[in-house]
């Protein structure tokens, strides 16, 4: 028979359905969300969350967008988490979004028992805290938030 301390593993796939129908059904509050990028992913790797800002806060009022990508080594490593919406946190990079996971304790003591759903309320909570309440945001105007994802260099111009 099994021995006391013997876990059940769940093989990735399922635990990322599982995910999936949890992100699908909302997330309490409903301030934060995720679900699948791409239906046509088999493996299930490109995922988007949203996160709408804590209210007190700089972030309050602001709908952040992010993608999350699950690799293979998933749920034993962590997920990339990058935020597609201009954002000034502590722990992203402010050129590409990716939450650093050096600055970041949930991704930097990653457990397998960690979901997409604990990752995006630990964000909500870290935009919260004292640093990072009443950091200067940068402007939401036009379509200037969004980042643009291209390989090589993008240029901007400006005419004064």
């Known amino acids: 028979m099994g021995s006391e ?11 990322l359905l599982e995910e999936l129908e949890r992100g699908e059904k909302g997330i309490g509050d409903g301030t934060v969300s995720y679900g699948m990028d791409d239906a046509d992913d088999i493996y299930m790797r490109s995922w988007t969350g949203t996160i709408i800002g804590p209210h007190n806060t700089v972030h309050e009022g602001r709908i952040y967008q992010l993608k999350l990508f699950c690799d293979m080594d998933y749920p034993e490593k962590p997920p990339t988490v990058r935020f597609q919406t201009r954002i000034n946190m502590t722990c992203v990079n402010q050129e590409t979004g990716l939450v650093e996971p050096g600055l970041f304790p949930m991704l930097a003591n990653w457990q397998r028992e ?3 759903e604990d990752i995006l309320t630990s964000l ?15 402007t939401t105007e036009g379509n200037e938030e969004q980042r643009v994802e291209q390989k090589g260099l993008m240029l901007r111009c400006a005419i004064l």
């Open 124 to 138: 909500k909570k870290e935009m919260a805290s004292p640093q990072n309440r009443k950091l200067y945001q940068p």
């Open 114 to 116: 960690y979901t997409m």
């Open 5 to 15: 301390g013997s876990r059940v593993v769940v093989p990735r796939n399922f635990r």
